[in-house]
């Protein structure tokens, strides 16, 4: 999404107000104690901001009204915004891949350029994930934590943990085939209903997969609509992004505060971590795959690439958006890249949607460090699901900002993981979003190339 409002950009507000969250949340960490509340009237200030009768609570005066209620305030703001989020993501998800796949019908008329193009998305989604997968074990950046915080957030919230524990126990003793065929709904209307994303998935598939085997009068107006609904929903995510600023302030203030900013230097190393893995991604993965299979006499060198690219790349870290940088991803590939405009037409499109190494890889890094933050020690089959959830949920989310945020639940759930761990994320997303955009935009140039590479069409040097 870009910003056409005069002033400073989304991402730049959303980056003050994490600081200024940050700076408010510390300081309440560090100078709000009993006395201070004892102050304000209140002798047990748990009791006060629950609402609980104590006498100890008997002299609170108007000011420690005030606050309680400044602090609830707060809370509402940041909950209602991820309620937001949430409430678009079962549309969003549904529609979009319907459309997708309607889509992809015309790969029976190009037959082997639609199947070199999933193989291609695969190959690199594959490696990506890997990646990911090896780094977040390695650096394992939610052990930074320190033991009073991750205690501190654990008590916090270690009843939902034991029952996402639980939860995924049932899912692990129920067998690989009852799992396969949970897959597919009986009642798809249930699967949307109850925001069973992995069916929602599968019926939109399905259902995109009817659409392309009736005559086009007939299917044409259900995928019209699909798009009038993916547009509208899109245009609430702009809505609830414009708040996006106010938002995180909240979260990030509530967070801070209850937990101290000891708990954001597990975060930096948790960032630090996702733009590195992103960077070997772009800059190692990406140039070595084009290497490897773009025609010797036509290669694509990574300074062609990242000259010819750099437009699509700035614009998809501004908007954080792979679709609204579509059009300049098409641009860049065919004009700079020297793609053919066919396989260019083909491959972009379904690549903004299906095409998610970057969006891969941040959720298998944040599900690891939420997994190692909350002391939830995964098994090797289970980092091995972090992985293939990771893989699918990121073919169904859509090139939105925060999307990643919004399908994390999923990935966090299949293991166990409190989904409200998010909370957590969601301080640092917009940061991250811009940087694994960046890559979900590449990846579908990295893909026009290596089709045509693989096609023998010319890959015309600029
Ligand atoms: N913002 C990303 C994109 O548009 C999606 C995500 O949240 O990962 O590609």
């Known amino acids: 999404m870009t910003d056409s409002r005069p002033g400073l950009a ?19 960490h560090e100078f709000w104690t009993a006395s201070t509340w004892s102050r304000f009237g209140v002798g047990n200030s748990a009791d006060f901001r629950a609402f609980r009768p104590n006498p100890a609570n008997d002299a609170a005066g108007a000011a420690a009204v005030v606050i309680r209620f400044a602090a609830d305030l707060n809370d509402f703001v940041g909950r209602l915004f991820l309620q937001a989020l949430r409430f678009i993501a079962v549309p969003i998800v549904l529609f979009s891949l319907i459309i997708a796949v309607a889509g992809v019908g015309d790969l029976r008329k190009i037959g082997r350029i639609g ?5 291609c998305f695969g190959a690199t ?33 270690a009843g939902e943990a034991t029952q996402r524990v639980a939860t995924a126990h049932q899912l692990k003793d129920q067998g690989v085939w009852a799992y396969l065929l949970g897959i597919i709904p009986t009642n798809p209307f249930n699967a949307f209903a109850n925001a069973q994303m992995m069916q929602v998935v599968a019926s939109a598939f399905l259902l995109g997969i009817g659409l392309t085997l009736i ?10 609509f699909c798009e009038g609904v993916t547009e509208a929903v899109m245009a609430l995510v702009r809505l609830i992004m414009f708040f996006a600023p106010l938002a995180v302030f909240c979260l990030i203030v509530q967070f801070v505060a209850s937990v101290g900013v000891g708990a954001l230097k597990s975060v930096l190393v948790y960032c630090l971590c996702v733009i590195g893995g992103l960077a070997i991604v772009l800059f190692l993965e990406y140039p070595a795959l084009m290497y ?8 694509m060198t990574p300074g062609r690439f990242f000259r010819g690219m750099a437009p699509a790349m700035t614009l998809a870290f501004s908007s954080s958006s792979s679709s609204a940088t579509l059009p300049v991803t098409i641009q860049c590939a065919r004009d700079r890249l020297g793609v053919p405009s066919d396989i260019v037409n083909f491959v972009c499109p379904i690549g903004t949607t299906l095409n998610m190494d970057g969006t891969a890889f941040y959720q298998v890094i944040s599900v690891l460090f939420l997994a190692q933050l909350y002391g939830v020690d995964l098994t ?15 073919v169904g989310t859509p090139g939105l900002p925060g999307a990643s945020v919004i399908m994390m639940a999923i990935v966090l759930e299949s293991v166990g993981i409190p989904t409200e761990g998010v909370a957590i994320i969601l301080a640092v997303d917009r940061v991250l979003d811009m940087c694994r955009t960046i890559v979900n935009v590449s990846g579908d140039a990295v893909a026009c190339v290596v089709v045509a590479g693989t096609e023998k069409a010319a890959v015309q040097s600029k």
């Open 292 to 299: 490897a299979l773009t025609p010797r006499q036509n290669r």
């Open 125 to 157: 989604l594959v490696i990506a994930v890997t990646i990911a997968v090896v780094l977040g074990k390695v650096v394992a950046p939610g052990t930074f934590v320190t033991a009073q915080t991750r205690a501190h957030i654990l008590a916090q919230y």
């Open 215 to 224: 005559p086009r009068e007939r299917s044409a107006p259900v995928v019209a």
């Open 115 to 119: 199947l070199k193009t999933l193989l």
């Open 10 to 28: 989304l991402h730049w507000k959303v980056l003050i107000a994490l600081a200024m969250g940050v700076l408010l949340g510390a300081a309440i």
């Open 380 to 394: 090797l089959a289970q980092h091995a699901t972090v992985g293939v959830m990771s893989a699918v949920v990121a």
